[in-house]
Nanobody, 113 residues
Framework: QVQLVESGGGLVQAGGSLRLSCAAS????????MGWYRQAPGKQREFVAR???????NYADSVKGRFAISRDNAKNTVYLQMNSLKPEDTAVYLC???????WGQGTQVTVSS
């Protein structure tokens, strides 16, 4: 079973940047579609970005132009570069292996105003 471990969260001021990483164990990573989601306190988990095995990407409207998802198949890792962060981006960010629905444990991102 693939395990996912996120890292890179933290506290940043509005307008700042962070890069999140999600490291996957196991084989076959390069063919998997991977997603980033987030969950703010008291809110439902929401989609942020997705990247296919072939590198196609799509984004939530709320992050388009500010966030970028990428992957390094040699490292079994997917990244989320987050720029121009806003206080409303504050949430726990989780990565997901879309084909199985497996989740990582999440990493906290807090954006101060």
């Amino acid at each position: 079973q693939v395990q996912l471990v996120e890292s890179g969260g933290g506290l940043v001021q509005a307008g700042g940047s962070l890069r999140l990483s999600c490291a996957a164990s196991g084989s076959g990573f390069s063919s998997y579609t991977m997603g980033w989601y987030r969950q703010a306190p008291g809110k439902q988990r929401e989609f942020v970005a997705r990247i296919s095995g072939g590198g196609s990407t799509n984004y939530a409207d709320s992050v388009k132009g500010r966030f970028a998802i990428s992957r390094d198949n040699a490292k079994n890792t997917v990244y989320l570069q987050m720029n121009s962060l806003k206080p409303e981006d504050t949430a726990v960010y989780l990565c997901r292996l879309e084909i199985t629905g497996s989740w990582g444990q999440g990493t906290q991102v807090t954006v101060s105003s």
